[in-house]
């Protein structure tokens, strides 16, 4: 059983930082790539950063240039590094998987985390 866990979450003053967290564990063959949702009271779940096996990286538009995504493969780790905080950037942040595991042949499956909790708020 394959799991995600998600950490780092808390409260930040504007102009804040913040480094999520997401650890995925359970038996794998292998992580193809690791990406980073949120979701705001009343608004739709919106993808935020996205990191490939190849180390390629793409971010919603919103957040160029204050947050960075990064991997450590030998840790089945995925980073959020979150800058320049915002009100706008208050919300629960999900981490997001596809992932290789064994069932009658090697088969990719995407796997959601339980959600971390970010308030920015002076």
């Known amino acids: 059983q394959v799991q995600l866990v998600e950490s780092g979450g808390g409260l930040v003053q504007p102009g804040g930082s913040l480094r999520l967290s997401c650890v995925a564990s359970?038996?794998?063959?292998?992580?193809?790539?690791f990406l980073w949702y949120r979701q705001a009271p009343g608004k739709q779940r919106e993808l935020v950063a996205r990191?490939?096996?190849?180390?390629?990286?793409t971010y919603a538009d919103s957040v160029k240039g204050r947050f960075t995504i990064s991997r450590d493969n030998a840790k089945n780790t995925v980073y959020l590094q979150m800058n320049s905080l915002k009100p706008e950037d208050t919300a629960v942040y999900y981490c997001?998987?596809?992932?290789?595991?064994?069932?009658?042949?090697?088969?990719?499956?995407?796997?959601w985390g339980q959600g971390t909790q970010v308030t920015v708020s002076s």
């Open positions: 997001n998987a596809n992932i290789r595991v064994l069932r009658l042949r090697w088969t990719l499956e995407n796997y």
């Open positions: 990191i490939f096996s190849s180390g390629d990286t």
């Open positions: 359970g038996t794998m063959f292998s992580i193809d790539d």
